[in-house]
């Protein structure tokens, strides 16, 4: 995945594109096969809470080389990686936030819940 | 499109080709970041759910085959590395290249649906639709193994399979609409080349966006 290329990464409005390597290529998606693998044999064992983080922690290094390489972020234009980045933060914030949020209330909620099922019914 | 430049396919508002490459490939960028946000909200649905109803998801566990899942995702991740591979013989003007890589991602979609529609139609056959439409029936509930047998049919196990259907049939419809992007690639096979291969470069951009959702959706699924 170090393979450069054959013609130079060039600023906007000079020179020509940037063309992958067939090297950097199959060495991205042997990447993510063997992400694909781990991922499955790391399900297979019980690590409680931390099989949810390894899960979301492979998933984020396979996105991290589709998009480096692939989809030539490594290679070009800072700003759409801000894009990227930026949407995925938001979206990160607003599951995460919506999350904080319902755990807190569910005790409560909980709580109603039971009580109303021991008022007899009207 | 008729251009005042150097190729055919230069539209007047551009100064070169590479201008117009450039902004097309932002305004995908832009597209991409909308959907980033669009499947946000769907996330956002299976958090919560999550959060608060882990035993639906343990459970739900016992009718998704991971071995699928898997299949599904080598699929996928060899169809990126022919979209990207695409992207390189439209660059350097391979055009025979280009005809083969883009036949090889059509079909390699056509498979993730195929796979897709048998797990679809095995699930709906046996009763696990969405919503209070779920009822499992008598038949998958015996297949199960013991420690699934031994457990009560959540009463909110629809809602899970609402979440699941809602989230993999919109990827689903992603790739359906990538496989008709492909084809139009195709038609238009004979205009591409060093000069000319935005197009290609954008579809190729939007379908790896539609393997980075998968790439969350396979564990978040299926192993998790």
Not at chain 1, 77 to 92: E, N
Not at chain 2, 51 to 72: C, K, M, P, V
Not at chain 2, 113 to 118: D, E, I, R, S, W
Request: aromatic share 14%.
């Amino acid at each position: 995945m170090t393979e450069r290329d054959t013609s130079a990464s060039s600023p906007a409005g000079h020179g020509r594109p940037h063309v992958v390597s067939p090297a950097a290529l199959l060495g991205t998606v042997a990447f993510l096969f063997a992400l694909t693998v781990v991922t499955v044999a790391v399900s297979r064992l019980d690590l409680g809470a931390m099989n949810v983080v390894a899960a979301l922690g492979i998933a984020t290094l396979k996105a991290i080389a589709v998009a480096a390489i692939f989809m030539h972020l490594r290679y070009e234009g800072r700003f759409h990686v801000v894009v990227l980045v930026g949407c995925a933060i938001f979206a990160a914030l607003l599951v995460g936030f919506v999350v904080f949020d319902t755990t807190r209330y569910q005790p409560d909620l909980r709580a109603h819940e039971a009580a109303a099922a021991r008022r007899p019914a009207r | 499109m008729s251009g005042g430049g150097s190729t055919p396919y230069l539209a007047v508002q551009f100064r070169d080709m590479e201008a117009q490459t450039e902004t097309g490939k932002l305004g995908v960028w832009l597209f991409l970041g909308s959907e980033i946000l669009f499947f946000g909200g769907l996330f956002t649905a299976y958090s919560v759910y999550r959060a608060n109803h882990i035993e639906l998801f343990r459970y739900a566990h016992f009718f998704l085959d991971w071995r699928l899942g898997a299949f599904n995702t080598f699929v996928l991740l060899t169809s990126s590395l022919s979209a990207a591979w695409a992207v390189r013989c439209a660059q350097l003007g391979q055009r025979r290249g280009l005809r083969l890589t883009l036949v090889v991602t059509f079909l390699l979609a056509a498979v993730f649906l195929v796979v897709k529609y048998f797990e679809y139609s095995h699930k709906l056959h046996n009763g696990i639709a969405w919503g209070a439409a779920c009822h499992p029936s008598a038949e998958i509930l015996a297949s199960l193994p013991d420690t699934a047998r031994a457990l009560p049919v959540p009463v909110h196990l629809g809602t899970f399979f609402s979440i699941y259907y809602l989230m993999t049939g919109l990827h689903g419809v992603h790739v359906l609409v990538g496989m008709g992007l492909f084809a139009w690639l195709l038609r238009r096979l004979p205009t591409f080349g060093p000069d000319h291969w935005g197009a290609v470069d954008g579809v190729a951009l939007y379908w790896h966006l539609v393997d980075l959702v998968w790439i969350f959706l396979f564990p978040l699924f299926y192993l998790i």
